[in-house]
Nanobody, 121 residues
Framework: QVQLAESGGGLVQAGGSLRLSCAAS????????MGWYRQAPGKQRELVAR???????HYADSVKGRFTISRDNAKNTVYLQMNSLKPEDTAGYYC???????????????WGQGTLVTVSS
C-alpha cells in the first residue's frame, strides 16, 4: 500500500505564491519520477512539472519560470513552489509518483487525492 498526502492548496490573489507538498508513505522499493498535474472542470488533466530521481526537471510552458519543483528523497516528498500565480492557474492539483514495488519490482503510478488552488484576479 502506498499513499500520497498532499497539502498547501488554497486561495491566493493573482501575483501571490503557494507551495504544495506531497509526501509518499507505505511500502515500496524506490521512487523514480514525481510530479504535479492539474485539472480544471471540463478540461483534461495536464502535466505541470516533473522531477526525476536524479533531479532532472520538466515544466509545462505555461508555468515555466514561475513554478519550481523539488524533492526531498529522505522524506519521500515532492514540492511545487508556485510564484506569480495567475487566475488561469486555478485548478485541482494532483501529485503523482512513479515507484517500484518491493516484491516484484513492478512499476506503479500512484495519484494523490488532489488539492485545490484558486487564484483570484
Amino acid at each position: 500500500q502506498v499513499q500520497l498526502a498532499e497539502s498547501g492548496g488554497g486561495l491566493v490573489q493573482a501575483g501571490g505564491s503557494l507551495r504544495l507538498s506531497c509526501a509518499a508513505s507505505g511500502s515500496f522499493f524506490s521512487i523514480n519520477a514525481m510530479g504535479w498535474y492539474r485539472q480544471a472542470p471540463g478540461k483534461q488533466r495536464e502535466l505541470v512539472a516533473r522531477i526525476t530521481s536524479g533531479a532532472s526537471t520538466h515544466y509545462a510552458d505555461s508555468v515555466k519560470g514561475r513554478f519550481t519543483i523539488s524533492r526531498d528523497n529522505a522524506k519521500n516528498t515532492v514540492y511545487l513552489q508556485m510564484n506569480s500565480l495567475k487566475p488561469e492557474d486555478t485548478a485541482g492539483y494532483y501529485c503523482n509518483t512513479d515507484l517500484v514495488t518491493i516484491a516484484t519490482r513492478r512499476n506503479l503510478k500512484v495519484w494523490g487525492q488532489g488539492t485545490l488552488v484558486t487564484v483570484s484576479s
